[in-house]
Nanobody
């Protein structure tokens, strides 16, 4: 069974920093990309940042220059460094992985979500 476990959310002041982590575990044959999505109250879930196995990245315009996504392939872990956070970054952040388990076809997997609240 594949699992994505997130950590690192919490309360942070505007202008502050926070780092999210997401570790994948289970019987995994291949990972194609991992990323972070976020969902604010009353809004649709949206991509924040994504990184491929080879290291290519893409970011939402709203987080470019402030957020950095990285990954440790050996640990099957993806990180999201959030700097200069703003109140509008407040959301539940979900880890996502596009991967192929050893026992079935390629698919999308999601973590349980971690709350990030930006407030003074």
């Amino acid at each position: 069974q594949v699992q994505l476990v997130e950590s690192g959310g919490g309360l942070v002041q505007p202008g502050g920093s926070l780092m999210l982590s997401c570790a994948a575990s289970g019987s995994i044959s291949s990972i194609y990309s991992m990323g972070w999505y976020r969902q604010a109250p009353g809004k649709q879930r949206e991509l924040a940042a994504r990184i491929t196995h080879g290291g290519s990245t893409n970011y939402a315009d709203s987080v470019k220059g402030r957020f950095t996504i990285s990954r440790d392939n050996a640990k099957i872990t993806v990180y999201l460094q959030m700097n200069n956070v703003k109140p509008e970054d407040t959301a539940v952040y979900y880890c996502n992985a596009d991967l192929r388990p050893s026992y079935r076809d390629r698919d999308d997997y999601w973590g349980q979500g971690t709350q990030v609240t930006v407030s003074s």
